[in-house]
């Protein structure tokens, strides 16, 4: 009887022993690939836009609109704030907004395709990435599909640091403008899935994990028909002023 209990011990000391090095095992990955991405973005991403250089292309990281709650988004203001004072300034000449449409009724470009348009941002310079479904996939897109090696990534710091090191595995350059943060528990959360975020990554990277979906070749360059159409606009609107005789 004494033997079968101090075999019950034994084994359970074994199994909490393993499920220690378990556990061990998986903070120090966690921690080893959180620290690398953020070692190997330091210096690549910038808080005011005099600081930061300039690239053809700003690549926005999609997000919901909308919180459960109803209320507007934060992390999606705050990225449309990013991305109008980047162009505004002279710093991209294109916004190439990358998310989430898996169906209908759910779609992330869009949503900041209107708001960028509602903020004087030209609808020709903007281009939708409907199959932006994860960073990975985001990223890779923006060379694969819209034929681009040379990106501003337009997201918070945690998010640009995660996109800038998948870029450069991908072989592109890339550098980042850090939207306004959010503090609070939504701050925390968000943060706290990036962790595991960046763990994926290189999980990602060890399995060359692809985007779910490429598609045909799109070249990001001025529409014309657009332009065209708006400067037409503009000069009918001139012509059709009323002529006040003095």
Same mark, same amino acid.
């Given at each position: ?14 199994? @909490? ?13 966690? /921690? ?5 991405? =953020? ?30 709650? =109803? #209320? ?9 704030? @990013?991305?109008? @004072?980047?162009? #505004? ?34 609808? @020709? ?7 932006? /479904? ?21 997201? #918070?710091? /945690? ?24 503090? =609070?528990?939504? =701050? ?41 159409? #708006? ?16």
């Amino acid at each position: 009887m004494k033997l079968k209990t101090c075999l019950k011990a034994l084994s359970i000391k074994k199994m @909490a022993y393993t499920l220690f090095l378990v556990l061990l095992a998986v903070f120090l990955f966690m /921690f080893i690939s959180n620290y690398t991405i =953020g070692h190997a973005a330091k210096g690549k991403t910038f808080n005011t836009i005099s600081e930061i250089g300039k690239n053809k292309v700003g690549l926005v990281l999609g997000t919901s609109k909308r919180l459960k709650n =109803g #209320q507007i988004n934060p992390y999606f203001t705050y990225r449309i704030d @990013a991305a109008v @004072a980047l162009y #505004q300034q002279g710093k991209i000449d294109f916004i190439l907004v990358s998310g989430d449409n898996a169906t209908k009724y759910y779609n992330e470009p869009m949503d900041f395709k209107r708001a960028l348009v509602k903020r004087g941002v030209p609808e @020709a310079v903007i281009y939708l990435d409907y199959a932006g /479904f994860r960073t990975l996939d985001s990223v890779v897109r923006a060379k694969e599909v819209f034929g681009q090696e040379h990106i501003t990534v337009i997201s #918070q710091k /945690f998010h640009n640091q995660r996109a800038i090191y998948l870029a450069e595995k991908n072989g592109m350059t890339a550098i980042g403008f850090n939207a306004e943060d959010v503090a =609070g528990k939504n =701050g925390l959360k968000v943060k706290i899935r990036g962790y595991f975020a960046r763990t994926k990554v290189f999980l990602d990277l060890l399995f060359h994990v692809e985007p779910k979906f490429y598609g045909k070749k799109i070249i990001i360059k001025p529409k014309t028909d657009t332009l065209t159409f #708006q400067t037409h606009s503009a000069q009918l609107s001139c012509w059709l002023k009323p002529t006040i005789n003095s």
